[in-house]
């Protein structure tokens, strides 16, 4: 299970980048990317430490839909320290870190995430929580 875990937090950032620079249409089914993979009750904890549910989740995400196109330069996510730490029958935890680089300047978010055993998404897993913390600038 945590090798699932590990690639759906690779596989969802992967579409974040190309949602965010519009490569991919702005369509139910192709949003669902994001969308199947979220428990009902999944909650997120900001950088800035706001809590937020699915809904806001949802609603953000899709609202940025292709916020990066015109970018000078690329828009890019990295991975990088993707780890599983914990695993039971019933969830698995991993964290790792975010780094974005938007126009030139790299930010990044050490995350830990939750998931738990469901078959019917693209990875096996579902997003039960992630909480995430800004890193200093590299």
């Not at 330069?73 to 870190?97: H, Q």
Request: hydrophobic residues 35%; aromatic residues 8%; charged residues 35%.
């Amino acid at each position: 299970m945590i090798h699932r875990c590990e690639n759906e937090v690779v596989e969802l950032h992967r579409f974040f980048e190309l949602w965010f620079r519009g490569e991919v249409e702005d369509s139910p089914e192709v949003f669902a990317r994001l969308s199947d993979v979220l428990s009902e009750r999944v909650q997120m904890i900001t950088p800035g430490g706001e809590r937020i549910e699915r809904r806001q989740v949802l609603t953000g995400v899709r609202q940025k839909h292709a916020a990066h196109r015109n970018d000078r330069r690329p828009y890019r996510i990295r991975i990088e320290n993707l780890d599983g730490r914990y695993r039971d029958a019933a969830v698995a935890l991993v964290t790792y870190e975010e780094w974005q680089e938007v126009e030139g300047e790299t930010r990044g978010r050490a995350s830990s995430a939750l998931f738990r055993e469901r078959e019917d998404t693209p990875c096996g897993v579902e997003w039960l929580h992630l909480h995430e913390t800004w890193l200093p600038r590299r």
